[in-house]
């Protein structure tokens, strides 16, 4: 196949969306602006908006709907059924009160003594360096197959709309070489407040694709009931290359606990992302994070509508013909976008995908650059950094994680993106608790949590490698997987992290019995609690600006 037939109404649209998202994030560097935040020499000011301005989560915390751009299951409706489709739906319920409970705890240590990361609060809290490195490595190699991802709906966008020859590699990859520039450009210019301004366009469109999209769509295809029959029939013929049914329309109870599993497993492990943490810590205050929590449910209900996408897609015919003319799943919503609405529609709808990819694969590789300039470049290289280098090094690591996501994205196949951000979500969850725990009690020891993620880490790796793709025979084939010795199939974030959680809680028994030294705690009780009207967090705010880049390490 030689290409596709450019949408060219389409195109210009999604061009001149672009360009404006792409003008407001270079306009963002001036948004709020102070005499002493001119040139944007520290990192509180290159990476961070100005809390006190900030009366809404940066977008980064809040991240259901990351899932319109085209990873989300409804692709796997099509391509080989997805029995755990709707998991999105209740993992964001779940994830909710994670969010009102424990993040605004972290929000108040954090802004207590300075702390930008997850890591800098383990350091802090356990007074191990070691403990606060392996935190801030994982959060980083976690998250650049998540930034990748996000390049890989771009693609896809780009894909449908007909540009790239399936036989030039250079004119197919030259469309999302650009936007990855204007991307990185306006990111390391404006920093955070780039994606923190356009978030606000990109919800807008996104929020209007999806109510028409269910509104008009089950009009046009003959109700829900028609549709839901076409995807029963679809999912329940027999697949020629497994021999199993293509999918699961309604799971048995054999499939529940890998969905519950699933859920928890995922909502457990989003905030834990260096970019989810980096959103929450942006805030105004603790309260801000509640008040968002408490309406996020609203995201809750776009998610259950997109799901159903892909059921509307199997019923429309849908047809996610990739450049060289094989079938590409991830190209379902896209496609079906251009398929069945007026082009001008259709280009907004996928200027939203493109948008909404954009916004959090900026903020990522912004947490990504935080976790190595303060808890591997400033830690372990150079303790006494000044906050003008600090901030050069943290502008030059951005641009590192987003050009290795690029050349992934380029160099591999997308699934393979899709493979490596699965893994990438059952190492996030082995932070869990050194964070969590650490937010409400000092009992562990640093040594077994260190260990706990370790063994966590390794079992999960080698557990989701041995999972077998039926139908390429690929290695990384998903992440569910029986618990060993048992039928019970599970998420094998959630069953790595049960087997970290009891390592630590032996080996911390052990270690307390032989009274091994624990190491310094910084932080009180009554640092836990506090909101932006505490003296001691507003004093902070005032002389630092959040955080006085170069200073002190959380860990002697």
């Not at 999806?210 to 295809?221: E, G, M, S, T």
């Not at 079938?327 to 948008?355: K, R, S």
């Not at 196949?413 to 493979?419: F, G, R, V, Y």
């Not at 998903?478 to 019970?488: E, K």
Request: proline share 5%; charged share 15%.
């Amino acid at each position: 196949m030689n290409g596709r037939e450019i949408n060219w109404i389409a195109l210009i649209i999604v061009v001149l969306l672009f360009v404006v998202v792409a003008v407001m994030g270079f306009l963002a560097a001036r948004w709020r602006r102070t005499a002493e935040s001119e040139g944007l020499h520290s990192l509180d000011e290159c990476w961070r908006t100005r809390l006190r301005d900030m009366d809404h989560v940066v977008p980064a915390g809040r991240r259901p709907l990351h899932r319109l751009h085209v990873r989300c299951c409804s692709g796997r409706h099509v391509g080989h059924g997805c029995r755990q489709r709707f998991f999105a739906v209740p993992y964001t319920i779940v994830l909710y009160p994670i969010i009102f409970i424990i993040m605004s705890r972290l929000w108040s240590v954090s802004h207590r003594h300075g702390y930008v990361t997850s890591a800098d609060f383990v350091g802090g809290r356990y007074g191990s360096r070691w403990l606060s490195l392996a935190i801030a490595v994982t959060g980083i190699v976690a998250t650049m197959p998540y930034i990748a991802l996000q390049l890989v709906g771009i693609k896809a966008v780009l894909t449908v709309l007909g540009l790239g020859r399936s036989e030039n590699v250079l004119l197919t990859d030259l469309p999302l070489i650009l936007a990855f520039v204007v991307l990185a450009a306006y990111t390391y210019t404006s920093g955070l407040r780039a994606p923190a301004m356009i978030a606000v366009v990109k919800d807008l469109l996104i929020y209007l694709a999806v109510i028409v999209a269910v509104i008009y769509l089950p009009i046009k295809f003959g109700g829900w009931d028609a549709i839901f029959g076409a995807a029963k029939t679809k999912l329940d013929t027999v697949n020629e290359a497994t021999g199993k049914p293509s999918g699961v329309f309604i799971p048995s109870s054999a499939n529940y606990s890998a969905y519950w599993t699933l859920a928890l497993g995922s909502a457990m492990a989003l905030f834990m992302y260096p970019h989810s943490i980096t959103g929450v810590l942006a805030s105004k205050g603790r309260n801000t994070i509640r008040r968002n929590a408490a309406i996020l449910p609203l995201y809750s209900l776009m998610l259950g509508f997109l799901a159903l996408l892909g059921f509307v897609a199997i019923k429309a015919g849908t047809k996610p013909i990739d450049l060289n003319g094989s079938v590409n799943p991830q190209l379902v919503v896209p496609q079906l976008f251009l398929d069945h609405f007026p082009a001008w529609f259709a280009g907004v709808a996928l200027a939203a995908i493109a948008i909404g990819a954009l916004v959090p694969a900026a903020i990522m590789s912004i947490a990504a650059a935080n976790m190595f300039t303060r808890n591997v470049y400033r830690d372990f290289l150079r303790p006494e950094v000044d906050p003008k280098t600090e901030a050069k090094v943290s502008k030059i690591v951005s641009l590192v994680v987003k050009v290795g996501a690029l050349i992934f994205v380029i160099a591999m196949d997308q699934s393979a993106a899709i493979n490596m951000q699965l893994l990438g979500g059952i190492w996030i969850l082995q932070t869990f608790p050194a964070v969590v725990a650490g937010l409400y009690t000092r009992w562990f020891d640093r040594w077994a949590l260190l260990a706990g993620w370790a063994v966590g880490i390794a079992f999960g790796t080698a557990s989701a490698y041995n999972v077998i793709n039926p139908v390429t025979h690929a290695h990384f084939g998903g992440s569910i997987a029986p618990v060993p010795g048992t039928g019970f199939t599970v998420y094998i974030a959630v069953s790595a992290f049960v087997l970290n959680l009891l390592v630590a809680v032996v080996l911390t028994l052990v270690l307390r019995a032989l009274k091994v030294p624990q190491g310094e705690d910084k932080t009180r009780r009554s640092d836990y609690g506090a909101d932006e009207t505490d003296p001691k967090v507003a004093e902070i705010e005032r002389t630092q600006r959040f955080v006085e880049p170069g200073g002190p390490s959380p860990v002697a």
